[in-house]
């Protein structure tokens, strides 16, 4: 396999993974795929950053041993203990007895826990370094980015900055590492915010606090654990992550989600009324049947949109499955801050609107208007829909 360098004696050694159909078993990667990335730097003392998940453990371990043999490694840095970045660690304990595990104090518990390792592991405080000859590299601490115990390296000689989950996203790598390498970044953005709202997005405090913690650091080159290596412009993904995490606080951007579900076609009828004063209100609005679509498509719209309407009819005196799941996913991932607006059908009850409004209000989701209606929409029915669109229009225009 071709050496990919990073830099100055600083390698990728990651592996792409085209098989997995679901990430953390919960989130479709089956048409784009990811990279788990590793890196090496060779030095006076070598080390390995980040690892990957148990896959293809054979052709992993054969691009590091063509970069540093096994004997000579002396320190493997932990940035984040998630499996898919550490599954291997037991293989590579085996390989390279002699080789220090590097991470911070609350990975120690975790390595325990999940691999049986107790020894030769050295902790790092936050701000602390390590001379590896010709260069410092440094330990920040980053809790909840995206476990509690997360850290990145930064090597003080490259300026790149080791990152691990955060500034990554889905997509594995198309024949090429760097950000300037792609024309089509529109693929790399638009599953990096998929990412951010399956993955991350419940973090957007620590994201924030990560952030500014950095900033002080000169950054020349982001190479994050998973997606493209950022070394044209560092920035953009670091200012879309801020975008991203900000959103948690000031509701999103001009838009709305319009998520619907239907069982006979009463509620989907509405949903093209409820669209239509929507477009009149000089929104286009970004259409989900959830019972079709998966959440991990679904969360980035509700994350970034400030409005949302959701549609579903009463089933069993509650809500209709779907959109009870999707709406559960939305408070799993703090999708906070929404104007809102109901509508559905019921037979002989209602029930839907009361439990879409017990899972959201929680989340800071302001309801401006809600629509219940029995059996199919009568033409009146239909011209409220149309207003009630027309006002989370306007409301998502704010
Ligand atoms: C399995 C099932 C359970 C239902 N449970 C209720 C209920 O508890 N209360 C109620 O008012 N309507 C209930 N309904 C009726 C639907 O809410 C009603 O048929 C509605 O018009 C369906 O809207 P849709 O055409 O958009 O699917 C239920 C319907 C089905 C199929
Ligand atoms: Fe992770
Ligand atoms: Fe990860």
């Not at 990335?37 to 052709?59: E, G």
């Not at 085996?94 to 991470?103: G, T």
């Not at 936050?126 to 410092?136: A, N």
């Not at 989900?288 to 009819?313: C, E, I, Q, T």
Request: with cysteine.
């Amino acid at each position: 396999m071709r050496e990919i360098k990073i830099t100055d004696d600083t390698f990728w050694v990651g592996v792409n993974d085209r098989t997995t159909d679901l990430f953390e078993g919960l989130w479709p990667i089956d048409t784009t795929g990811i990279s788990y990335n590793s890196y090496a730097i060779k030095d006076r003392k070598n080390v390995l950053i980040d690892l990957a998940k148990a896959f293809k453990t054979d052709d992993f371990f054969d691009q590091i041993s063509n970069i540093v043999p096994f004997s000579d490694i002396n320190y493997i840095i932990l940035n984040h203990m998630e499996p898919d970045h550490t599954g291997v660690i037991k293989t590579l304990r085996m390989l390279s007895p002699q080789a220090e595990i590097i991470c911070t104090p609350k990975a120690v518990r975790m390595l325990n826990e999940y691999y049986g390792i107790t020894e030769r592991i050295r902790t790092v405080n936050d701000g602390d370094t390590l001379d590896i000859g010709s260069r410092t590299i440094s330990f920040h601490h980053v809790p909840f980015v995206h476990w509690p115990e997360t850290m990145v390296t930064y090597d003080q000689k490259t300026n790149v900055l080791f990152s691990c989950d955060a500034f990554g996203g889905y997509g594995a790598l198309q024949g090429a590492l760097f950000d300037d390498e792609y024309s089509d970044m529109a693929f790399y953005e638009k599953e990096s915010l998929r990412y951010y709202a399956n993955i991350v997005a419940k973090f957007a405090l620590p994201v924030l606090n990560a952030i500014k913690k950095l900033s002080p650091l000169e950054i020349k080159c982001i190479a994050p654990s998973h997606g493209l290596v950022w070394r044209k412009s560092p920035a953009q993904i670091v200012e879309l992550y801020r975008r991203w995490a900000e959103y948690g606080t000031n509701g999103g951007e001009k838009g709305v989600t319009l998520l619907y579900g239907s069982m006979y076609g009463n509620t989907e009828i509405m949903m093209n009324a409820i669209a239509e004063g929507i477009a009149s209100g000089g929104i286009c609005p970004e259409i989900f049947d959830v019972s079709r679509n998966h959440p991990s498509y679904m969360l980035p719209a509700l994350l970034v949109n400030k409005g949302v309407a959701a549609g579903a009819p009463t089933y069993e005196a509650a809500l209709f499955p779907y959109m009870q799941n999707i709406l559960e996913k939305a408070a799993l991932k703090s999708i906070r801050n929404k104007k809102a607006v109901y509508f559905g059908s019921y037979g002989w009850s209602k029930g839907a609107l009361k439990k879409t409004r017990e899972l959201t209000e929680p989340l800071g989701w302001h309801y401006i208007g809600d629509l219940e209606f029995a059996g199919g929409p009568k033409p009146h029915d239909i011209k409220k829909g149309f207003e009630l669109g027309r006002l989370i229009a306007e409301a998502a225009s704010e």
